[in-house]
């Protein structure tokens, strides 16, 4: 019901219904279907989103932030001005495609944002040499036809950051344990056979070993603490 939600608020923000459901992978008509029935799917996104937002992991958020700033910076490489409203809309695609409600730190973030004509303007009023007859457009598209490195798509964005954050959890996470093997364990059971009666249980066995290491006088430094490779 949240993606459907998502979908509508798309098209509410003035985007086409043929746009929305490109993106979000469904045809014009299923979207069309969506707006009709608009006010029972946001009354009940409403309810549901405001019981999950009890349970929204909290480290969504800065993979969240992170996607935005790949898929941005992807934007500034390409001299594409992004406007606080087209911003919005990303997190919201992205929020969706992560299972995440998105928060009021990126929405106050993205009203910050100038519009993409008031930052095409304060381009040149930075200095950038852009002739007086070019557009946003034809400043956008100047450079479509070199031979650039492959955008990243949205559900690879996604992977790239999750991803990442699982990494560093692996990193930081102790090695687990190794299992002696069956023959590792054969060869130790044939070495206290050779040196304990069969008769004694391990709890005996353990606390004989414990006893003669207390007895263990230490000769030189290597006996107990062996030297670090």
């Known amino acids: 019901m949240e993606k459907k939600a998502a979908i509508i608020k798309q098209v509410q923000s003035g985007r086409s219904q043929t746009e929305v459901g490109r993106e979000f992978g469904i045809s014009k008509q299923t979207v069309s279907d969506f707006i009709k029935n608009k006010a029972k799917i946001l009354e009940v996104a409403a309810k549901s989103t ?3 937002k009890k ?3 909290q480290d969504v958020y800065p993979q969240l932030e992170e996607a935005l700033l790949v898929w941005l910076s992807a934007m500034i490489a390409k001299k594409i001005p992004v406007s606080g409203d087209i911003l919005k809309q990303k997190a919201e695609v992205f929020a969706l495609q992560m299972n995440a409600v998105v928060s009021p730190q990126v929405d106050s973030m993205c009203d910050e944002l100038p519009s993409a004509n008031v930052a095409f303007d304060d381009l040149r ?6 002739p007086a007859g ?8 100047a450079d479509k036809d070199l031979e650039l490195c492959a955008e990243l798509t949205d559900d690879e964005i996604i992977r790239q950051v999750t991803e990442d ?3 560093s ?3 930081n996470k102790e090695p687990a344990p190794t299992q002696p093997t069956s023959s590792e364990l054969t060869r130790a059971l044939m070495t206290l056979s050779s040196v304990y009666s069969g008769n004694m249980t391990l709890t005996e066995i353990e606390a004989d070993m414990i006893a003669g290491k207390r007895n263990a006088v ?3 430094i290597s006996d107990f603490f062996a030297p670090k490779c």
């Not at 009023?125 to 852009?130: D, H, K, L």
């Open 50 to 52: 405001g019981a999950g």
């Open 55 to 57: 349970n929204a992991s």
């Open 125 to 130: 009023a930075a200095g950038v040499s852009i």
């Open 134 to 141: 070019i557009t946003f457009e034809g400043f956008a598209d």
């Open 165 to 167: 954050s699982d990494d």
């Open 169 to 171: 959890d692996t990193e």
């Open 218 to 220: 230490q000769k030189k």
